[in-house]
């Protein structure tokens, strides 16, 4: 089984989270993000100590157990009605994050679209991240050192991602416009992907 799948990828503060929940909400699409996952995990489940961890320190959770985690949450999501994965399309927000995971979802992924949200703006993404950590009390967003280590984790092994995927699949959108609008150029995008597909 293939999952048809549109990619959320950026920096830590570019505003996948807030797409995909958006987009999570609309009927034929199913938003899986991969930060919360870990976060759902109980604290004394042996992988939510292992997250605990890595994420704390600004690093990657290891691929295996992330995979492992990735495939029991969508088998489950399926199992309990929330993902139909014969008709939805899956949102996949901060996952795969390096070109391994990549390459370890390859046979499971039918990867239509990468729309990389972009913010030139450093200064402005360390702003967001320090606002949710109240609101969201997120750990990792508190610390100003663990901060600017995801940031250098996304620059050295997230970002290689987009070359795995090419400029083919790849749609830039610039992270600073109004959440509506980077929301319309992620939607416009999808429907130029469903009609070329009606014509097939
Ligand atoms: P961010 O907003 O920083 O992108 P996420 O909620 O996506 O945050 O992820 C929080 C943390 O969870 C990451 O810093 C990392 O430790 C861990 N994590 C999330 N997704 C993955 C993944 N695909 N592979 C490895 N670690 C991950």
Known sequence: MTYKTVLLFGAPGSGKGTQGKILGTIPGFFHFACGDAFRNLRIDDPLGKIFIEFSSKGALV???????LWKKNIHASTSNGSFHPERDTLVLDGIPRNPRQAEMLKTMLDVRAVFHLTCPDKQKMVERL?????????????NMEVIHRRLETY???TKPVLDYYGVKLVHTIDSTASPMN?????LNHIATLDSAAAKV
Do not use: F, G, K, W
């Open 62 to 68: 290891p691929d295996e157990s992330t995979i492992e």
């Open 130 to 142: 320090q606002r949710r950590a109240l609101r969201e009390n997120r750990l990792d967003d508190a």
């Open 155 to 157: 620059e050295q092994e």
């Open 182 to 186: 980077v929301l319309r150029s992620i």
